[in-house]
């Protein structure tokens, strides 16, 4: 089955927000299938297991990745080889369970030439009153290390998830998020997925529009909560990370890279 490649729009929407939404992409069939799985549990999957090794051809995780817009979205971001960290499934009971603490997976990871991916897939609709997942756009390129956010309870333009059965969210491993609790009377079910890519994340996608303004505009993005200040660096963060992706030493947004990489004296003593 054909792949639906990303877009180089879609992957700086990516790197400016930190994650993509790709709403309802996986089928019906596949969505029912899944409840019953979901509720029996899955085996754990040593660290670094290849995706075909972990998931063998005919299981429901292997049918679910190879759904053509989640395959294409995972090559686009972790280019081929990829291996799974770990993967876990969140069930939720109805009027059950706390909010988790704003927190970022894993300890404190200052990579910034690779990240991971999380893959969230919703098996079911996700209505308001069911809490869904908490994430705050533009927060992954922010340091910190687990739940050192833990104290925060609201930041402005944080996103709680509402969605159609059937999607997905691929989020880049540094993203402050959080699960939320679940105050309707239906099921929540939630399966998580996180992938170490092996080969470098350079022009991985469909770079077709590479130099498409939208590109810019995408990276150039701010989120409600960024400071006046501090919040630049976000920006600043991103230029470094997408000429990483597209191996363009040059690329830059108001010179704000280039202006503080000026160093005459050392090119001079050269």
Request: charged content about 20%; glycine content about 8%; aromatic content about 8%.
């Amino acid at each position: 089955m054909p792949t639906t490649c990303l877009t180089s729009v879609q992957v700086a929407r990516f790197v400016a927000a930190g994650y993509l939404r790709l709403d309802a992409v996986v089928p019906d069939e596949l969505n029912d299938r899944a409840i019953g799985v979901l509720e029996a549990g899955l085996p754990a999957v040593p660290y670094g297991t290849p995706i075909e090794q972990a998931f063998p051809t005919g299981s429901f995780t292997r049918d679910l990745l190879e759904v053509p817009e989640v395959a294409g979205a995972l090559r686009g971001l972790l280019g081929p080889g990829a291996t799974v960290d770990h993967h876990a499934v969140h069930v939720r009971r109805p009027r059950g369970g706390q909010a988790q603490p704003l927190h970022g997976d894993a300890i404190i990871d200052v990579r910034p030439d690779a990240f991971d991916v999380q893959l969230m897939y919703y098996p079911r609709a996700v209505e308001a009153d069911m809490g869904g997942t908490l994430v705050v756009p533009g927060s992954h390129l922010r340091r910190t290390n687990e739940s050192d956010t833990g104290r925060y309870q609201n930041l402005l333009g944080q996103v709680r998830l509402t969605c159609p059965a059937g999607t997905v969210m691929l989020l880049h491993h540094g993203i402050w998020h959080g699960g939320r609790r679940n105050d309707s009377d239906v099921r929540r079910h939630m399966y998580k997925i996180r992938f170490n890519p092996k080969v470098p994340q350079v022009l991985l996608w469909d770079t077709a529009d590479l130099h498409d303004p939208a590109v810019k505009q995408e990276l150039d993005r701010r989120f409600p909560w960024y400071e006046h200040a501090t919040g630049r660096l976000e920006v600043h963060n991103r230029v470094h990370l997408w000429r990483t992706m597209t191996a363009d030493p040059a690329f830059d947004i108001d010179y704000w890279a280039t202006r503080v990489s000026n160093r005459p004296l050392l090119r001079s003593a050269v």
